[in-house]
């Protein structure tokens, strides 16, 4: 029998398995897909501060860094509304820090983070999809697909990113009714680390600096995204550039337009009989303040230091889990009523919102301390 097999080897759970790399544990980690692939497109994610540091002690971080143009910082946050009063921009030096954040490819993450896990020789076998999960008192089984078998444990970690594998666990879910549009822009000139968040009638747009370009995500309804995909590029670039108004110019070139569905999805409870969901699996936000990466990545470093302190006849009992769950309770909900509470703020244009709207970006903006306190929310996490 194992101590712990993770399912899934992404961000999430590959994390987890390099804070586990010095334990003396029985570790096993599944991932479907092949050895040094992808599952899906790139996307770019907006690390925060706090995950950089996580990143740093897992030795990911140096050898992301060292790939070229695949970790790009955020110096500054541009936030502002159309047709309202109302800006704040945040500054990394004013924080006396040295980014806001990072912006990084999730393909070029993934490459590290199986970089570093190969060099460990933690034993992460690819191309292995589990099947069910499903957990007693004694152990937990995880079935293996085709004819790779079962895997036994005293605790089955699971980061597949959907956790629909495990019994035991419900799933709750919120559509938005809406879709990110996403897509490369290319401007007239460097964008200095510069990012922008702007909230229009029509739903919030963001620009993340990226290597030599911008990364747009951008909300709207589905039958919007629809025109603006089959839009020709002068025509998309237009439209940006009417949305962001006077705070940005110099559209010069979009490439890769692509949308997914935008909603909430949380699992409640997050534990089961030797089980626990972890990472997208236990969350998946709207993302429209980048922290649902950062959320899961936070679940991965408690539980590592969790399972590192457990005896190991307490390994995936019942008292470790729930005291592990209840430990991360007070940053899961605040980060999922945070996000879900901006999701529905500035998505509705009604008066009567853009006015506190404007009112609380000035306040933000000219209260330092209010400025300071937001700022470490979007850095560290909200608790
Ligand atoms: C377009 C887009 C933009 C985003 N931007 C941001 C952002 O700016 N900031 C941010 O913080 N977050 C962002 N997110 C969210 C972020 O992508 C996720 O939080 C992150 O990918 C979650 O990592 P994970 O490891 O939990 O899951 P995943 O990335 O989904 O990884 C799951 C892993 O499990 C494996 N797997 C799946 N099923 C099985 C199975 N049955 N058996 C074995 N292995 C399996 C997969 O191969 C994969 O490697 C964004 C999401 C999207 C869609």
Redesign the pocket.
Known sequence: MHDVVI????????ALALALADADLDVVA????AAGG??RGD?????SHGARLIFERLAVWPRLAAVAGAVTPIMEIDISQAGGFGVTRLVAEEQGLPALGYVVS?RAL?AAIDDVLMRTGINVRFG????SVAGSSADVAVALGGDAGTLRARLAVV????GT?VTGIARHQRDYGQV?L?ARVGMQSPHRGVAFERFTPEGPLAL?PEGDHYGL?WTMTPAKAESMLAASDDAFLAALAHHFGARVSGFARVADRRT?PLRLEFARPTVAPRSVV????AQ??H?IA???????LRDAHELGQAIIRAPRDALGGDPMLTAFAARRRPDRYASIAFTHGLARIFATDAPLVRWPRGLALTLLDAVPPMKKAFTRAMLFGIS
Do not use: E, H, K, M
Request: net charge neutral.
């Open positions: 399912v899934g080897a992404g961000p999430v759970g590959g599944v991932d479907a897909r992808t599952l996307r770019s994610l907006a690390l999730y993934q292995v999809t589990a099947a980061a597949d990113g959907t594998a990110a996403i993340l995500v997914f972890i990472g997208n699996a998946t936000l993302p980048g922290q649902g990466f950062n959320l899961g």
